[in-house]
């Protein structure tokens, strides 16, 4: 059920972010196995994405992570305080990746309510990137590991959503890449209450 290293070599970050909601995301702490079931995330389309950290090839020392091929965690600190996690995508050079933006608990509640200190049903528990990667156990250390390793990884469990449930709008938070700013690239699940509240700009139901 784990998703093999092939599958993100894919080069469509925007066909990544649809196909990874449902997909459950663990980790394992200490002998501590925690998941969340994928409902939101975000496409970054690499050096041609002006919300991309990597936008004009800019490479240093934290975007490296990015060029590398894809299958491994893009993990950084997003305003000092919260750890975000990526997943990054396609061939090596090519610095796609998918922000994993909210989950939906389901293995290890009792592990995701103690690190967070509030119950599981309610929804900031894992709203939102920040509070995936504290309700994970995410943090810096977290930077480049391998997907398909026994520390952080994804898995297929049959979880599927129809086009109608599955929404599109602009992505949160990256009003600086003007144009690109109004991309229809944030996909969440309609209805899920783990999903991070901003409803910035039109949002529709994709096709496909």
């Not at 093999?4 to 501590?32: C, H, M, R, W």
């Not at 090596?92 to 690190?115: T, W």
């Not at 469990?157 to 700013?181: L, T």
């Not at 109004?182 to 996909?187: H, K, N, Q, T, V």
Request: neutral net charge; contains cysteine.
């Amino acid at each position: 059920m784990k998703l093999p290293f092939s599958y993100y070599l894919n080069q469509d970050p925007v066909f990544l972010a649809t196909d990874l909601l449902g997909k459950v995301l663990f980790t394992e702490i200490n002998g501590e196995i925690t998941a969340g079931i994928i409902v939101e995330t975000e496409a970054y389309f690499g050096e041609l994405d002006k919300a991309s950290h990597a936008y004009g090839g800019r490479r240093t020392n934290r975007t490296e992570t990015l060029y590398a091929a894809g299958g491994i965690s893009y993990v950084y600190l997003c305003y000092g305080i919260h750890h975000l996690f990526n997943v990054v995508s396609s061939l090596k050079g090519e610095p796609h990746a998918v922000l994993i933006r909210a989950v939906e608990p389901f293995v290890g509640q009792d592990i995701i309510e103690r690190r967070r200190n509030m119950p599981v049903t309610k929804a900031a528990v894992s709203s939102g990137p920040g509070s995936v990667a504290k309700a994970l156990g995410i943090n810096g250390s977290f930077n480049k590991k391998e997907l398909t390793g026994d520390e952080i990884w994804i898995e297929d469990h049959g979880i599927r959503y129809k086009s109608d449930e599955i929404i599109a709008g602009p992505r949160i938070g990256v009003a600086y890449a003007q144009e690109d700013a109004l991309l229809p690239w944030r996909f969440f699940i309609k209805g899920n209450k783990y999903v991070s509240k901003p409803n910035n700009g039109k949002i529709s139901t994709i096709n496909r």
